[in-house]
T-cell receptor, first 115, second 111 residues
Framework: GAVVSQHPSWVICKSGTSVKIECRSLDFQATTMFWYRQFPKQSLMLMATSNEGSKATYEQGVEKDKFLINHASLTLSTLTVTSAHPEDSSFYIC???????????FGPGTRLTVT | GENVEQHPSTLSVQEGDSAVIKCTYSDSASNYFPWYKQELGKRPQLIID?????GEKKDQRIAVTLNKTAKHFSLHITETQPEDSAVYFCAALYYGQNFVFGPGTRLSVLP
């Protein structure tokens, strides 16, 4: 149980284009989903927290107009990187939490390369 | 906000020896502390966790200890094996909502 999927697993896009990443909880309802960014040899940095049906809460320094997050259902959250630049190249990982539990279940990550 | 420090950043041990990784946190309100193992290019995997009402927890070769007063917790791996080689992250649950991760420890188990 508690499986989270992400799609795509990797993507290459050109500078200036937008990319959408999907995060799905497959066997539970995720009241809260989290989006992290991880640069090589670094830790996971929380970008934003999203609750189903409400606007995402962004961490300081994360541009909400650049990283659009939608949590339209209890099983799906999307992250859209708009007008991507090479410095946005990173490993993006989502996680999901069921109800009021403390544990977060992580997706397999999406490697984004912007050329 | 919460700040989590982790030491050492790299750790090399001989196969069969023990490995210890230590983390400190700043906010006394944090009450849940998971440890994750991450292999290159893969998702973090929960290996053990501890809550603030417990001082120690063990699962086979892995144990975690928590000192609430000093605000630090440690991961202990005994009888290390080459497949234990990975990056390990500690985390603290901040205000019951967000995880704050430590910077990570790269563990190498030498055969």
């Amino acid at each position: 149980g508690a499986v989270v999927s992400q799609h795509p697993s990797w993507v290459i896009c050109k500078s200036g284009t937008s990319v959408k990443i999907e995060c799905r909880s497959l066997d539970f309802q995720a009241t809260t989903m989290f989006w992290y960014r991880q640069f090589p040899k670094q830790s996971l940095m929380l970008m934003a927290t999203s609750n189903e049906g409400s606007k995402a809460t962004y961490e300081q320094g994360v541009e909400k107009d650049k990283f659009l997050i939608n949590h339209a259902s209890l099983t799906l959250s999307t992250l859209t990187v708009t007008s991507a630049h090479p410095e946005d190249s990173s490993f993006y990982i989502c996680s999901a939490r069921e109800g009021r539990g403390d544990e977060q279940y992580f997706g397999p990550g999406t490697r984004l390369t912007v050329t | 906000g919460e700040n989590v420090e982790q030491h050492p950043s790299t750790l090399s041990v001989q196969e069969g020896d023990s490995a210890v990784i230590k983390c400190t946190y700043s906010d006394s309100a944090s009450n849940y502390f998971p440890w994750y193992k991450q292999e290159l290019g893969k998702r973090p995997q929960l290996i053990i966790d501890i809550r603030s009402n417990v001082g120690e927890k063990k699962d086979q070769r892995i144990a975690v200890t928590l000192n609430k007063t000093a605000k630090h917790f440690s991961l202990h791996i005994t009888e290390t094996q080459p497949e234990d080689s990975a990056v390990y992250f500690c985390a603290a649950l901040y205000y019951g909502q967000n995880f704050v991760f430590g910077p990570g420890t790269r563990l190498s188990v030498l055969p």
